[in-house]
């Protein structure tokens, strides 16, 4: 139950960073930000965010037990 609540804490915290960073026009070099098109709708997403922030969460809830 953990992992899930991390995994939708990242997808959180990548949709957010991506928007805000990837709105400049640039894709931050490690962090990958580029444009996904989902059916008509383009946004931002960038894969190493998503996961090192779960992986963060996820710890941060491990922590808290």
């Known amino acids: 139950m953990d992992m899930i609540k991390a995994l939708i ?11 805000v960073i990837g709105s400049q026009g640039t894709s931050a070099g490690p962090l990958a930000i580029h444009i996904v098109q989902v059916d008509q709708i383009r946004m931002y997403w960038s894969w190493p965010i998503f996961f090192s922030g779960s992986g963060l969460t996820f710890g941060i809830m491990l922590l808290q037990r």
């Open 9 to 19: 804490f990242g997808a959180i915290l990548a949709a957010t960073i991506a928007l």
